[in-house]
């Protein structure tokens, strides 16, 4: 996926979940923030940030900030370009792709996307990944009741016989293995276990990070310690 305008700037503060403070050609905008995890240890003043101008010219906020570097490294934060690229990853991900509809109603939860490819049909939620620790790509970042739920409703449509996926879409390149933050979330990462062990596919894929653009690359290795 591509963004249309992209400009750099430098993060100064973010005084709620939605909003940072960012230096643009020497003035102080207000940016909108499509990403509702802490990120901690990447919005840290100084940062130097990308933004995309937003497309609709009636909205509060002129940019989004969309990606972070983390020293040399560029992070994206966007929470919405997880399943767009995951959409497209699809094609490769499963041969002879024929369908797929974005938010999935099952029971009372839904999930991110429904494929077909042949006669195969694929239950997917897909989570976005910022947070890296010493090579090893970890979600959530920040407790998810949510995320929880969603790995539940995979574990009983793959108990009934049904092709369920988790899929990680590590929003950076070069981790070399995935796992779940058991220590923020532990239990996202008790539900990740059982969901491997019912036979849900728990699968990670990393993405090359261009300032105005966010592709998925290959698939890493999951571990579950």
């Avoid at 983390?70 to 992070?75: D, M």
């Avoid at 006669?119 to 090579?135: D, N």
């Avoid at 090893?136 to 790995?151: E, S, W």
């Amino acid at each position: 996926m591509r963004y249309a305008q992209v400009q750099q700037g430098w993060f100064l503060a973010r005084p709620n979940r939605f909003i940072a403070l960012v230096e643009l050609d020497g003035k102080q905008v207000v940016c909108h923030v499509n990403n509702t995890g802490r990120c901690q240890e990447l919005l840290r003043p100084g940062a130097e940030v990308i933004l995309a101008e937003a497309q609709r010219p009636d909205r509060k906020t002129a940019y989004d900030l969309i990606a972070v570097y983390k020293e040399q490294l560029l992070i994206n934060i966007d929470s919405q370009a997880p399943n767009q690229v995951a959409e497209e990853y699809l094609k490769r991900l499963f041969p002879g792709l024929t369908s797929v509809r974005r938010e999935y109603r099952v029971g009372d939860s839904r999930l991110d996307l429904y494929a077909e490819a042949g006669e195969r049909q694929v239950y997917i939620e897909v989570k976005g990944c910022t947070l890296e620790k010493a090579g090893i790509a970890m979600f959530p970042d920040a407790p998810t009741a949510r995320g929880v739920k969603h790995l539940h409703t995979l574990i009983k449509l793959a108990a009934e016989g049904k092709e369920a996926w988790m899929l990680f879409v590590i929003q950076m390149d070069g981790p070399r293995c995935f796992q779940p933050n058991d220590n923020i979330d532990p239990a996202f990462g008790q539900a990740l276990r059982k969901a491997a062990a019912a036979g849900v596919h728990i699968h990670a894929v990393d993405c090359c990070v261009e300032k105005g653009g966010l592709f998925c690359q290959k698939p890493i290795s999951v571990l579950l310690p």
